[in-house]
């Protein structure tokens, strides 16, 4: 089974999807939070009051998406991923015992992405929080033309991008937006603030009885 799970990891096919789609989620997310609003305000087919309500609602919403994807994917279900994947897929293999972190990966593997020039110039700025003076890594960025870049962790990470963003967009943000847009708007004043009226349990009728019979 996890010898299954590791074959489908290291797929480059899925490691070039994941990134394509986890880039797109954001860009598409943040374009339509700017995008469906607008293109509802000029919409001159819509009377104005509408317009600014559909608008905000929209807006609320996308916003909402937005929300949920920065707080979940990355320090959610990419960092658990990680964590899954070194202590049990993972368990004792080469790669993932030399990094501490996700974010000690994600940079060494931004590195490993550069030309070897560039590479040398970043590690003797030394801005990184991160030296990788441990398990040759600083070593094999600088030496090495091509440093290996550890396919099988960049694909857990992006695979657990993927499900956070299914799971998040699909699953909590619509659930989540209903309990905060209305309330929103209506702080806004758009929409109207219904007061609470007291049901009073209604009285069985009493009928009159003929005592004269």
Not at 39 to 63: G, M, R, S, V, W
Not at 80 to 91: E, L, N, T
Not at 129 to 145: A, M, S, T, V, Y
Request: charged share 25%; aromatic share 8%; glycine share 6%.
């Amino acid at each position: 089974m996890i010898s299954a799970i590791s074959k489908v990891i290291t797929n480059p096919t899925l490691v070039s999807v994941a990134q394509n789609t986890n880039a797109s989620v954001a860009s598409e997310t943040v374009l339509k939070s700017v995008g469906r609003p607008g293109f509802i305000l000029i919409d001159n087919d819509i009377d104005p009051a509408t317009k600014k309500y559909a608008a905000a609602k929209e807006f609320l919403y996308q916003a909402t998406c937005l929300a949920i994807y920065m707080a979940l994917v990355g320090p959610v279900f990419k960092n658990g991923a990680f964590k899954v994947a070194k202590k049990y897929i993972y368990k004792g293999e080469e790669g993932f015992n030399k990094f501490h972190s996700m974010k000690e990966y994600l940079a060494y593997h931004k590195l490993a992405d550069k030309s070897q020039t560039n590479r040398v110039a970043s590690l003797s700025k030394d801005h990184s929080q991160f030296k990788f003076d441990h398990d040759k890594l600083r070593e094999d960025l600088i030496n090495n033309k091509t440093p290996e870049k550890y396919s099988h962790i960049k694909g857990a990470i992006e695979l657990g991008s993927t499900i956070g963003s299914v799971l998040g967009l699909a699953i909590l943000a619509p659930q989540v937006s209903h309990a905060f847009i209305h309330p929103a708007l209506k702080f806004l004043g758009m929409e109207e603030k219904h007061p609470k009226v007291d049901k009073q349990i209604p009285q069985p009728e009493l009928k009159h009885v003929d005592t004269k019979a």
